[in-house]
């Protein structure tokens, strides 16, 4: 059956989700998509669990009032905070998470030695510690804290001397440690390969887990609803007119960016409806 306006709904706290919607869409060029970036709140990764979990919960909301009928946490921290309670609460909606690469770099490794680039909320989050459990007890892995590389992507500025610099300065304990692997677990490092694989050579091989969170999206989308028109969305919690030049730059697709309001001390978290929205851009501070 086709279901008007069913959607694929990807989020992120900011352009990172874009290396995993790049990957959706080349894999699935006739399934809509709404993307959201919570902009407002970037970075994720510093904050705690709970705090992010209440936001990201608002923006699955958001996402299903729109038609969202897959959710994709296109975030690694996000997913270390939410996805657990989010399955259980969310039984409905097949939702799709991030955990770091651990497994197949473990499977892969010669040295025996993998690093892990990430974020503070995946660092210490439950998947990590799963994944490290099931996967990589015979292996060393080296886990780079590297929340600088989000502010970079963010930025637009990998290609600087000083971006280089530091990004340089999160590989070499890795490449020190003789790991033949980085894992790539927070969806914002893959817009810094090109740095990375320049700074790493032959030695370390990148892992990216994008093309498995498609192919897991294609898997749980719903087999009885067909799409119906293949139109992409885009809301930010943040500028519309700076996501719109990143999601250029970044992954060249040129879309109506459309803002996202959060209400104003609102707890838990709620992003305004589009009438709601409307209504507060009616309001005027007093002058
Ligand atoms: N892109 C997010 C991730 O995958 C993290 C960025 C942030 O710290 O907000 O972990």
């Known amino acids: ?6 959607k694929i709904g990807v989020l992120d706290s900011g352009v990172g989700g874009l290396s995993v919607l790049r990957e959706i869409h080349a894999l699935l060029p006739d399934y809509p998509t709404i993307y959201f970036a919570d902009q407002d709140h970037l970075p994720y990764g510093p ?7 209440a ?4 923006i699955a909301d958001f996402l299903i009032d729109q038609g969202a009928v897959v959710i994709v946490i296109a ?3 996000a997913s270390a905070a939410s996805l657990l309670d989010l399955r259980a609460q969310y039984s409905g909606i097949p939702l799709v998470g991030m955990e770091p690469a651990v497994k197949p770099a473990a499977t892969a490794t010669h040295s025996g030695v993998i690093g892990v680039l990430t974020t503070q909320a995946t660092a210490s989050g439950p998947l990590y510690a799963r994944v490290r459990q099931q996967f990589a007890s015979d292996t060393r892995v080296i886990t780079q804290v590297a929340p600088e590389l989000v502010e970079i992507v963010e930025n637009n500025s990998q290609h600087t001397p000083e ?3 530091i ?3 999160h590989l070499q304990p890795m490449l020190d440690a003789g790991a033949d692997h980085v894992v790539l677990a927070c ?3 893959p817009f810094l390969t090109e740095t990375i694989q320049a700074l790493v050579g032959d030695k370390m091989h990148i892992v990216n887990p994008g093309p498995a969170v498609a192919r897991q999206t294609a898997r749980v989308w719903p087999s009885a609803i067909r799409p119906d028109t293949a139109e992409n969305q885009y809301y930010t919690s943040g500028d519309p007119a700076q996501f719109s030049m990143m999601l250029h730059t970044l992954i060249g697709l040129d ?3 459309q803002q996202a309001v959060w209400q104003a001390d609102a707890m838990p978290p709620r992003l305004l409806k589009a009438n709601e929205r409307h209504n507060a851009s009616q309001i005027k501070p007093i002058t």
């Open 1 to 6: 059956m086709t279901m008007p306006g069913a």
């Open 47 to 53: 904050r705690p669990h709970a705090e992010v979990r």
């Open 55 to 58: 936001y990201v919960t608002a």
């Open 75 to 77: 975030c690694n921290a």
């Open 163 to 165: 971006s280089r610099r």
């Open 167 to 169: 990004i340089a300065d």
């Open 187 to 189: 969806t914002h490092f």
């Open 255 to 257: 879309g109506l960016v």
